[in-house]
Structures are given as structure tokens and as C-alpha cells.
């Protein structure tokens, strides 16, 4: 079984339609030498990670180079602007 090399594998957003993208690139990581739409799956794994012991969701902050976000998971149903007790991933149910 031939194992490809993951150091050649990354997300990025298309520039043409901005949607979220698996690619394969070579020495120029800005050639996508396959590629295929992972949109759904990058948001699947984020909803799993946040709701991990987290039923009700969770907040997470995020930093990117100087600024800070914040991502909020709950379940449909719940109002946007609805705290979770403040609760994180790691804090489980509340």
C-alpha cells in the first residue's frame, strides 16, 4: 500500500467560488495538483470536536497571527446570542 506524503496535503479556499478545499500541491503550494470540495467535512469535524463531552455546544476563542475570534457551536434551536455558561469543550455538560 503506497502512502501519500501529508506534508503535501492542505485546506485552503477556493479563489473562485471561496469554498473550503482538500488539495494535494507539489514544491509550489500554490498549485493544487488534485483537489476536491471538503466544506462539509471540515464543518462536521469542528461540530464534533466543540459538542466532545459538550451537549449543549461550546465557545471556543481562536488566535490567527494578532487578532482572536471566538467560535460558537449549539445545538439548532438555541438562540444565537444564548450563552452556554460560558462553557468550553473541555468543561462538558453544565
Same mark, same amino acid.
Given at each position: 500500500?503506497?502512502?501519500?506524503?501529508?506534508? =503535501?496535503? !492542505?485546506?485552503?479556499? *477556493?479563489?473562485?467560488?471561496?469554498?473550503?478545499?482538500?488539495? !494535494?500541491?507539489?514544491?509550489?503550494? /500554490?498549485?493544487?495538483?488534485?483537489?476536491?470540495?471538503?466544506? /462539509?467535512?471540515?464543518?462536521?469535524?469542528?461540530? $464534533?470536536?466543540?459538542?466532545? =463531552?459538550?451537549? =449543549?455546544? *461550546?465557545? #471556543? +476563542?481562536?488566535?490567527?497571527? %494578532?487578532?482572536?475570534?471566538?467560535? +460558537?457551536?449549539? @445545538? $439548532?434551536? $438555541? @438562540?444565537?446570542?444564548?450563552?452556554? *455558561?460560558? #462553557?468550553?469543550? %473541555? $468543561?462538558?455538560?453544565?
Amino acid at each position: 500500500m503506497v502512502m501519500a506524503n501529508l506534508k =503535501n496535503i !492542505r485546506l485552503g479556499i *477556493s479563489p473562485l467560488d471561496g469554498k473550503i478545499m482538500l488539495y !494535494r500541491h507539489g514544491k509550489d503550494r /500554490r498549485v493544487a495538483l488534485d483537489k476536491r470540495e471538503a466544506e /462539509r467535512d471540515v464543518f462536521i469535524a469542528i461540530i $464534533e470536536y466543540m459538542t466532545f =463531552n459538550a451537549t =449543549n455546544g *461550546s465557545i #471556543q +476563542r481562536v488566535r490567527i497571527g %494578532d487578532r482572536w475570534f471566538e467560535i +460558537r457551536v449549539t @445545538p $439548532e434551536g $438555541e @438562540p444565537a446570542g444564548k450563552k452556554t *455558561s460560558g #462553557q468550553t469543550r %473541555d $468543561e462538558g455538560k453544565t
